[in-house]
């Protein structure tokens, strides 16, 4: 059986067990609420992971054009791509929904609705797509009282080539939302002003198959998700330092590391000096605004568990710098020359956008199987 | 001839001539002074990149054992592996110093130098060994006039199965010097403080055949580096914002870009939203605390020119959101729905790490080639 011993450092590992109670956890929510779950694998971007929660029966969520194709390839019939799609990738399409009858794109404007039902009007089979809704002035979306969300809708609607599935949203602002009453008002929020769209569609005669709305701190929120019909999440499955700092989640529960090895010290201010440098953890500093600045990752020993007040405190390329909040010493049996470490990332997403794989690891640290990671786009 | 249009966004460019330009000027001040160059190719970790900057009979630096055994299957032969050696991977070393007859790894410290004599007395031929020496207090490295130096320098000496070539350093601490003089004070510092400890191993009857130093900043700072024998650098052959905030070179000198696409805009914010969001760009903000922040990027329309104060202000997974640092209307003939951009890195290093490849145009904005990228440990 290989262990950390046998790795060649910054690995990237996935303890399987907390991956998988992070999983159910989810999913336990949405059946609770009678709610369809659409997984977003984005954070792993691995099929041998999404076997154990995103089955390839059910609907899933991707962020790049690459996941899509491995995805449907692998047999996902049900793909939503959540980026709004630009004409230099509507090639991709028919290929696309030859492999995944129910491909989904997105468009939050009358220019994309337009370009996207003139192209689909050379296409064999409808293109199924989606309006993007904005509930929280985060990012893309249209408003849910905007007259535009109507216009687009009812082209949509009315094109022959066009198989108009609903309206979907993500709260991305719930990411700085650090009280869980916050959360709560957030996932109230998300529900409500989606709900409010699709309200509205109806009203101009036009139904929304699919009223779908997400982000793991509203799914998990605690509230019931009402006037929607599926939950979307991604960084659930692993979660991260950002996750935790918010309540979400404990240390505890973090399903991903990276393994890293001592090279040296500068005792003189007591750092340790590993191999993990921002290559391998990400530029990533999610945490900087929180009550505890996390910097590049906490540090845990070999087998896992925090070292509490340690944290990778500066990145360079190839080079990370551990040090105690409290600026003491670094114990030699724990920061000797060699010894390993574990880093639990600032964000998931990012962290394991710097791998191609991961190593998954019991309970014992014993490496059970490797899984590889659909990179590009 | 493939165009910029036919690729799918994102996609990370490289300007050869903007490329060519920038290796020939490192290239031209190593000359002058007569120095070794020993270009790190940690920026692009690419074989066909480096036949312009880092040729096969000469020296180069690499980041990662993955690089050195890419450069060491190409033919290199004179490899420094600048990272401080861990046992976990000293399992690597003999296989590329079959490849490399002068792969050269680093130490810092006795217990690591003892690791690596203790290893090495098993192996047929003799390890190539530096040590690192700290200059500027800013990461890792023995103290010039410290014992230590001395200690480790006398036993890698001493040992039957090291070769002993010397010592280097890197001065880091240049990244934050934002005037010319205090770059200029920086390379002063620098060659000073490695040729002080060359001079007191000499005295010790340690003799070193490379005295190695270098940062983009520091070699580019325009005055002698006196005290060394080889200059090394690397970010030098594509520059980026950080660079260009330092003033070590102009922004129209920066070679690499990431093609990306407008899906949206949120026009009340005067937004305009686009395709290359962190997992394209980085989530390096080393201009932050620069006079000017560039945010996630300076964006140029698609040949490459700038558009004067446009740049991503935010970004997700796989949304950049522009604005105008005077927060004006966007105009719709450059940014448009399906509009191409283009996005100068803020760290040139972080951004090409987001890629597998790079395609290589010319100044008509033609694919020339592909180049690939070694990822990975």
Chains 1, 2 share one sequence.
Request: charged fraction near 20%.
């Amino acid at each position: 059986m290989t262990t950390l011993n046998d790795l060649i450092t910054p690995a990237c590992l996935l303890d399987s067990e907390k991956f998988k109670r992070n999983c159910e956890r989810m999913r336990a929510v949405a059946e609770a609420e009678q709610l369809v779950l659409r997984p977003h694998v984005k954070t792993l971007k691995s099929l041998q992971a999404a076997e154990y929660y995103a089955p390839v029966s059910g609907p899933v969520t991707v962020s790049t054009l690459a996941e899509a194709s491995a995805f449907a390839a692998a047999g996902y019939t049900d793909i939503l791509y959540a980026v709004g799609l630009t004409p230099n990738k509507f090639s991709q399409l028919a290929a696309l929904q030859r492999l995944a009858p129910d491909f989904t794109v997105i468009a939050d404007s009358q220019a994309a609705v337009a370009a996207l039902v003139s192209f689909a009007s050379q296409l064999d089979v409808p293109v199924a797509v989606m309006l993007e809704v904005d509930v929280d002035d985060h990012r893309a979306g249209l408003l849910p009282d905007s007259s535009e969300l109507i216009d687009c809708a009812r082209v949509l609607n009315n094109s022959a080539n066009i198989r108009f599935r609903g309206i979907m949203t993500h709260a991305g602002a719930s990411y700085d939302c650090d009280t869980k009453a916050a959360q709560q008002a957030m996932a109230v929020q998300e529900c409500q002003g989606i709900a409010a769209a699709a309200e509205r569609l109806s009203e101009a005669g036009i139904n929304c198959e699919i009223v779908s709305a997400g982000s793991t701190p509203t799914a998990l929120a605690g509230v019931e998700h009402t006037g929607i019909t599926e939950l979307r999440a991604g960084v659930y499955a692993t979660f991260d330092c950002v996750m935790a700092g918010l309540g979400v989640c404990s240390t505890d529960e973090i399903a991903l590391s990276v393994l890293t090895a001592v090279i040296g010290h500068q005792r003189d201010k007591n750092w340790v000096i590993v191999d993990a440098g921002w290559m391998a953890l990400s530029r990533d500093q999610g945490t900087a605004l929180h009550n505890v600045d996390c910097g590049y990752g906490l540090v845990c020993d070999e087998q896992g568990q925090l070292l509490d007040g340690w944290y990778v405190c500066s990145t360079n390329q190839e080079h990370g710098i551990i040090r105690h909040r409290d600026n003491i010493e670094p114990p030699e049996n724990l920061f000797g020359y060699g010894n390993l470490l574990r880093i639990l990332p600032i964000h998931a997403c990012a962290t394991a956008a710097q791998y191609q794989q991961y190593y998954v690891i019991n309970s014992a640290c014993e490496v059970e199987t490797i899984w590889s990671r659909v990179n590009g786009w």
